[in-house]
């Protein structure tokens, strides 16, 4: 199981809770059954405007990334995924990072949400989910963004072990603040209380994966003919922007733009969040 206790998962769902109320949007709350486990969905802005599916990352949920995008609910129906096996209210089932069902998971979701010409939204891991989705089947998809994304290049794995993976394992193991704190600050441009006390209690309470990420091959990257946009962070430890933008440009022949985050770690600055959104924005037409 995702949770190590139910105690653990009611914490976990109250912080959830708290940071949705706090978002101060219009929204719905949703779920549908997929043959690979039920998945929660927040939906947000005028369901006239075009759709866009907005997935979070590792350890996260969909009120924290739909907080660092909200002003994309002002051109676009936002449909903010909640990623299976993750710290949030979908199934709790984990799906092969090397095969295709997270592709298969998403398509079922667009084609039961009955969506067309959707916009992706992939940050971190939701990058993976958005690339197995083209890989899978591109058909319904009109554009994607795809912000510090996994799947595309990994970084010094010695130095993803010094300054993150040890002091989250002294952290799951002590409980001691500090440990966490290191790896925020490994991880984050920047971030508030709510972000330190969410990350805490995920691998507190969580089993996480940290198994092998893989990387897309050039073979199934020459077959998306989807327009790309990537965002890629300088200073990220796990995926390093210019070797990314590198690779992309190698990987992709649909690539359309290229953006390297100056000074961002993996999880963006509020500042550079804008930066995103504005893009996004204006290719909502």
């Known amino acids: 199981m995702f949770f190590k206790t139910q105690e653990g998962k009611e914490t976990i769902l109250k912080l959830y809770n708290q940071k949705l109320e706090q978002l101060q949007l219009a929204y719905s709350e949703q779920q ?10 927040i ?3 005028d369901k006239q405007n075009p759709p866009l599916l907005l997935i979070h990352g590792t350890g996260g949920c969909a009120p924290l990334i739909l907080e660092s995008l909200s002003n994309l609910t002002t051109k676009y129906c936002v449909y903010a995924i909640d990623v299976l096996a993750q710290p949030n ?21 667009i084609i039961k949400l009955r969506l067309k010409a ?3 939204v992939g940050f971190s891991f939701g990058g993976l989910i958005s690339l197995k989705t083209l890989e899978f089947n591109q058909t319904p998809i009109k554009q994607v963004f795809l912000i510090a994304p996994v799947y595309i290049v990994n970084g010094n794995p010695l130095l993803g072990l010094l300054k993150m993976f040890i002091p989250l394992k002294k952290f799951i193991k002590t409980n001691n603040p500090k440990y966490i704190k290191r790896v925020m600050d490994a991880l984050f441009s920047e971030y508030d209380t709510f972000a330190l006390q969410f990350m805490s209690a995920t691998f507190q309470h969580c089993n996480m994966d940290f198994s092998p990420l893989p ?8 077959n998306i003919q989807t327009p790309i946009t990537i965002f890629a962070a ?3 430890l796990m995926f390093p922007g210019k070797k990314m933008i590198k690779r992309s440009k190698h990987l992709f022949s649909s690539l359309k733009e290229t953006k390297l985050l100056k000074s961002s770690k993996h999880v963006p600055s509020y500042k550079d969040f804008e930066i995103i959104e504005k893009s996004i924005l204006d290719n909502s037409n």
């Open 43 to 45: 939906v947000s802005g």
């Open 89 to 109: 209210k979908s199934a709790e089932t984990r799906l092969d990072m090397k095969s295709l069902d997270y592709g298969k998971w998403l398509t079922e979701i």
């Open 215 to 222: 990387l897309l091959s050039k073979k199934a990257a020459q």
């Open 32 to 41: 549908i059954d997929t043959r690979f486990g039920k998945t929660n969905i």
């Open 234 to 236: 300088e200073k990220d």
């Open 118 to 120: 959707v916009t992706l």
